[in-house]
């Protein structure tokens, strides 16, 4: 389950620089096992030109956030809610789907996780608060 590349970004996250500019601060919290992330976002014309995150918890979820910030940091909105909905899907598998490596990069890491429910929140915490951040951030515009 803790693959080498879940504990790389786990111990070397990207996006953990807070932005002080910022259209929208979304903050997520998951019960069953403490995991929090504070998540910052700024759009313009559609795309993501500002993203952030900050908190604690278990390595899953800290890592989970460092790859979503790779993968969505200067992508558009729609493309970001696409690979959201993607890694979504991976997580509801079950461990049953490969994910693809082309569109989901490091996040296929986390296919293993999907074997274990207790995990999977843990895993979504960040990309459930990124579709909550991009719903406002939207909703403001």
Partial sequence: MYQEIILDHYRHPLGREQLD??????????????DEIDLRVKLKDGRIVGLSHAGQGCSISQASASVMWDLTHAATVADALALQAEFLELMQAQGKAIGDEDTLGDAVAFTGVAQFPARVKCALLGWMALKDALAKAMEAK
Avoid at 21 to 29: G, L, T
């Fill in 21 to 34: 500019d910022f259209d929208v601060e979304v903050h997520h919290v998951n019960p069953t096992c403490g």
